[in-house]
């Protein structure tokens, strides 16, 4: 009886590993180094040897193993080969190779994805078969599940929600290349280029002109002690997820919406603002969808992982 | 063995009913009127006694057919109850009435979805595992297909293109009470209101303003004969409509993106403009997304509609 498995999180700093039961209880997890140099080249067989190492200690034969489900910090193209700018990663074969060195078969999907199947299956979607999950971050990432499973798209662009166009008038580009992405505006970076404006464009006063490091919690942490210029600039910020988000349930309605990632430590305060303009913008059908704070938090990655392996 | 259905498509005038073999050859086709008087409930019945009808003449038992897919002009509920304005009905039981009438099992759908599933089954869409259609007529509605299933959205707004949010600077409200909604620029009516925006705001010369009626295929025509104001007003539909395609790609990420209804009549010029927008919004991943013209027309809906019954 396979009854259980890993779900691995590969990060930049860190691979996050645990040991599932194939209810969803969660085990055991740890963490590796991610070993970078040589082109990435030693992530995988360092994830082959702590799974394995894992199997010995517990005496675990593989018959009693679904498989691994593994998550990587960038697109994985239809054959399964996955890209990763930060892992120097040029398609590799992470599924092949990990069968190859531990007899368990793998499945791979983007980080942002299994975070959205993570919360969908033992988070704040528990019980939704369908969901958006945002993660605002440095950038903002996107994940959509519909009817249970991951929305991978025919290009790995699947819920690049960070991507969509939402500012017709800018003139400054994107990581991405081009103007006007709903990233510059709805991430923790977005929040600090919006404060730079505004605070240059305004002469009011303002508790964060003295700041000595301008960053989206200190921003939002004077906007929460009634800094008018502050305000202002989580309201901008707002403004532009809401919109963001109604762009979003206009095409995929889905039944909640999540917010993750570091700027969603906020919590209710943003979850407020944001849904009040999600009300005005949406379509009036899909209106009252709710929005919520993601509750996984750094684990939703190995949830949604494990996950993979439970779904076809 | 069940190797024929019927294909149902309901329209504010006409009915279109056509008899399909399970492969999708289409047996034949006909048309009876949409009688919407007394809230429209002679609909259903009208459409059951044209089944029963062709059944009767050609012999045929119901053990032959897999049952009768239908497409509404509006949202259908998860419970299968549609709702359609221009029908007069609110919560109507299209399914169960169907199967009491004919013996025959029933699904229901809305049509643009069904329009979507039948240019993926049998038109321009085929051998495409996810597409988008957007239907450019009186408005923009659209149709969203992923793993050959539609997208119905938890609260059958799936798909509802026409209501993204395009332009923040629009105070004139949408119909659906919102303001900047894309339909109200990419539709046939959205692209006369550009035409009277921009004809009012300029004193250049152009045809357009000694035409005797403004609708889109006379703008068309005239910016496709070089009247430079009129080329002024399809860029800008174009503008919209490439933008909001591109903004439909970053989320659902499908294979091909076609375009329907009567402003798709334009063809190959409406390509090219709505194209190059694209290239230049759309994420990197899938900016070479193919942008093409539906070929199944008026028939697409009594496709889908019939392709409903071969899904589950």
């Known amino acids: 009886m396979r009854d259980y498995g890993f779900g691995v999180d590969i990060g930049g700093t860190t691979v996050k590993i645990a040991l599932f039961k194939a209810d969803g209880e969660l085990e055991e997890k740890w963490e590796i180094p991610t070993r970078t140099e040589d082109g990435g080249r030693h992530i995988v067989s360092d994830i082959a040897k702590s799974v394995l190492s894992c199997m010995e200690r517990r005496g675990a034969l593989p018959e009693r193993f679904l498989g691994i489900g593994v998550g990587v910090p960038g697109p994985v193209a239809g ?10 990663w040029h398609g590799e074969h992470v599924a092949e190779r990990l069968l190859e060195l531990t007899g368990l078969p793998a499945r791979v999907e983007n980080d942002a994805n299994i975070a959205a199947l993570g919360e969908q299956w033992m988070g704040r979607g528990r019980g939704a078969a369908s969901l958006v999950m945002v993660t605002l971050g440095t950038g903002v990432g996107g994940g959509i599940i519909v009817n249970g499973r991951i929305l991978s798209g025919a290009h790995s ?3 690049e929600i960070g991507h969509i166009p939402v500012e017709p008038s800018e003139t400054r580009p994107c990581n991405c290349g081009n103007c006007g992405c709903l990233e510059q505006y709805a991430s923790a970076n977005g929040c600090v280029r919006l404060a730079r404006d505004i605070l240059s464009s305004s002469c009011k006063e303002s508790a964060l002109r ?3 490091e301008l960053n989206s919690k200190v921003i939002w942490e004077r906007a929460l002690g009634g800094d008018e210029l502050a305000g202002e600039i989580v309201d901008r910020f707002c403004w532009y997820l809401g919109r963001g988000l109604a762009t979003v349930a206009d095409v995929v309605d889905p039944e909640i919406i999540l917010l993750g990632g570091g700027v969603s430590r906020v919590g209710e305060p943003l979850v407020e603002r944001v849904t009040a303009v999600f009300r005005k913008s949406a379509f009036p059908a899909c209106r009252n969808t709710p929005i919520a704070v993601a509750v996984l938090g750094n ?12 779904v076809d």
Chains 1, 2 share one sequence.
């Open 157 to 159: 662009a699947g819920g």
């Open 299 to 310: 684990d939703a990655g190995i949830y949604g992982a494990m996950r993979l392996l439970l």
């Open 210 to 212: 003295a700041a000595p």
């Open 79 to 88: 054959d399964g080969s996955a890209s990763a700018v930060n892992l120097g």
